[in-house]
């Protein structure tokens, strides 16, 4: 069965400061995708980044990196040069394959408090 | 950002009474989906759909119905809300069943 695993419900960081969240994956799908989330306190869920199982190079996007280590199952999050914008919940999500059909099974998320 | 909405917001309701939430999208895509988040669960599958009049569970669809008539449109309904129904429920949209999803904003509905 597929599952994600979040073990940080809370972590901090001082602004500037570079901070990995950690994620780690269960499945058996040789074809797999990975995607972080960010929840602001307003509420809404905003796509980060997303990691292919087959890419041979690590994610990027602006300050956003995911170290993937396909043989530990991990895709840690990096966010680079911290803001204080940066604080908010962070989600781990992996596109699973339930009957045939993709679906997006997410973890419990990490929140990040960036201070100044 | 994609163009999806939620109806309504935000909405408090009695135990026993049917509710329905709304998504709409601008963006055309074909699969769209209702997820429920509560506190240390992330964000859990209720219902999706990869066209329309075409839907299938996800892992917490019970007491859960939806239709999809048209392509912009998702609705969700809760025959008779019960308290446990009481969660922020977000609409996402994706191209396809393995690209990116993007959420809508979010409904909180709480149940007394």
């Not at chain 2, 601008?26 to 075409?54: A, C, F």
């Amino acid at each position: 069965a597929q599952k994600i695993t979040q073990t940080q419900p809370g972590m901090f960081v001082q602004e500037k400061e570079a901070v990995t969240l950690d994620c780690t994956y269960d499945t058996s799908d040789p074809s797999y995708g990975l995607f972080w989330y960010k929840q602001p306190s307003s509420g809404e869920m905003i796509f980060l980044i997303y990691q292919g199982s087959y890419d041979q190079q690590n994610a990027t996007e602006g300050r956003y990196s995911l170290n993937f280590q396909k043989a530990r199952k991990s895709a840690n999050l990096v966010i680079s040069a911290s803001q204080l914008g940066d604080s908010a919940m962070y989600f781990c999500a992996m596109r699973g394959d339930w009957g045939g059909y993709n679906k997006l099974i997410f973890g419990a998320g990490t929140r990040l408090a960036v201070h100044p | 950002d994609a163009g999806i909405t939620q109806s309504p917001r935000h909405k408090v309701t009695e135990t026993g009474t049917p509710v329905t939430l709304r998504c709409h999208q601008t963006e055309n895509h074909r699969y769209m989906y209702w997820y429920r988040q509560d506190p240390g669960h992330g964000l859990r599958l209720i219902h999706y759909s990869y066209g329309v009049k075409d839907t299938d569970k996800g892992e917490v669809s019970d007491g859960y119905s939806v239709s999809r008539s048209k392509t912009e449109d998702f609705l969700l309904t809760l025959e008779s809300a019960t308290s446990s129904q009481t969660s922020v429920y977000f609409c996402a949209i994706s191209e396809s069943g393995g690209e990116t999803q993007y959420f809508g904003p979010g409904t909180r509905l709480l149940v007394l």
